[in-house]
């Protein structure tokens, strides 16, 4: 069974940056069609951040665009979210997710990691 431990979370102040990592083990993430980076802020929904699909490619939501940047590295089975000029409203938990079948959407089925918090600060 596939377990994910996203670690890296932390306090910045606005502008700062921070790396985010999430670490697989017990199944080779690369099975997978896609590995997610998703966050959920205080009082609101759970919403996707950005994805990297096992072919490479790489989709972002509008909100974080040219400032994080997905990467992974198979060899370590560990994706991570690279967050530069951090926003008061980039402040949740942030989440990875592994997408099981063969396409992506947001109804898929995933597998979650437990989660690491972000503030930021003004």
């Known amino acids: 069974q596939l377990q994910l431990v996203e670690s890296g979370g932390g306090s910045v102040p606005a502008g700062g940056s921070l790396r985010l990592s999430c670490a697989a083990s017990?199944?080779?993430?690369?099975?997978?069609?896609?590995m997610d980076w998703f966050r959920q802020a205080p009082g609101k929904e759970r919403e996707f951040v950005a994805t990297?699909?096992?072919?490479?490619?790489?989709t972002y939501a509008t909100s974080v665009k040219g400032r994080f940047t997905i990467s992974r590295d198979n060899a370590k089975n560990t994706v991570y979210l690279q967050m530069n000029s951090l926003k008061r409203e980039d402040t949740a938990v942030y989440y990875c997710?592994?997408?099981?079948?063969?396409?992506?959407?947001?109804?898929?089925?995933?597998?979650w990691g437990q989660g690491t918090q972000v503030t930021v600060s003004s």
């Open positions: 990297i699909r096992r072919d490479g490619s790489i």
């Open positions: 997710a592994a997408v099981h079948g063969t396409t992506w959407s947001l109804s898929d089925l995933r597998s």
């Open positions: 017990g199944r080779t993430f690369s099975n997978y069609y896609a």
